[in-house]
T-cell receptor
Framework: AQSVTQLGSHVSVSEGALVLLRCNYS??????LFWYVQYPNQGLQLLLK??????LVKGINGFEAEFKKSETSFHLTKPSAHMSDAAEYFC????????????FGTGTRLTIIP | GAGVSQSPSNKVTEKGKDVELRCDPI?????LYWYRQSLGQGLEFLIY????????KSGLPSDRFSAERTGGSVSTLTIQRTQQEDSAVYLC??????????FGPGTRLTVT
């Protein structure tokens, strides 16, 4: 079985400050990990993915995440927040083979303070 | 190119009625998924189609829910005898095997 835990359902940061959204996973096999972003009344957009290659993954819009096996974490970061980053962010996990369904965390709503 | 499309974008129905939700995946994507997003349950997997294999229906919450995928392309999710707890956003995604999933904009279902 696989699961992800996102710590903090709401995170607020000032414009220009560091963004850190936390994700910890549990998996019986080496996982594939993803971060998705959802803007209001829209579907999910892939930010970045980890698929067992480089542990530091760079995504769109200046976001990156680091896979840390020892900590079972895949935290999302961005050095400098922009107003347009305000959205809901979901961490997800799936098995690398076979059934590719995603298991999502409960989401973190990011608010940017001007 | 065209992304995943879903229709209708919004659906309001009365309790007890049947509804059909449609998903058009990205051309060439062999895998298709349905998820449900609700306030109480977050994002939940419902069903997964991969090529000609038997679908994984393990996420369907009750036998009132069913889905078909015709010709390996378009999919329809059917909810019979809708209940208020079925109110949610239903998201469809598609992918090539082994690659990331691309999501549609969703269908917001409201059961009154």
């Amino acid at each position: 079985a696989q699961s992800v835990t996102q710590l903090g359902s709401h995170v607020s940061v000032s414009e220009g400050a560091l963004v850190l959204l936390r994700c910890n996973y549990s998996s019986s096999v080496p996982p594939y990990l993803f971060w998705y972003v959802q803007y209001p009344n829209q579907g999910l957009q892939l930010l970045l993915k980890y698929t067992s290659a480089a542990t530091l993954v760079k995504g769109i819009n200046g976001f990156e995440a680091e896979f840390k096996k020892s900590e079972t974490s895949f935290h999302l970061t961005k050095p400098s927040a922009h107003m347009s980053d305000a959205a809901e962010y979901f961490c997800a996990v799936r098995r690398p083979e076979g059934n590719e369904k995603l298991t999502f965390g409960t989401g973190t709503r990011l608010t940017i303070i001007p | 190119g065209a992304g995943v499309s879903q229709s209708p974008s919004n659906k309001v129905t009365e309790k007890g009625k049947d509804v059909e939700l449609r998903c058009d995946p990205i051309s060439g994507h062999t895998a298709l998924y349905w998820y449900r997003q609700s306030l109480g349950q977050g994002l939940e997997f419902l069903i997964y189609f991969q090529g000609n294999s038997a679908p994984d229906k393990s996420g369907l919450p009750s036998d009132r829910f069913s889905a078909e995928r015709t010709g390996g392309s378009v999919s329809t999710l059917t909810i019979q005898r809708t209940q208020q707890e079925d109110s949610a956003v239903y998201l469809c995604a598609s992918s090539r095997m082994g690659t990331e999933q691309y999501f549609g904009p969703g269908t917001r279902l409201t059961v009154t």
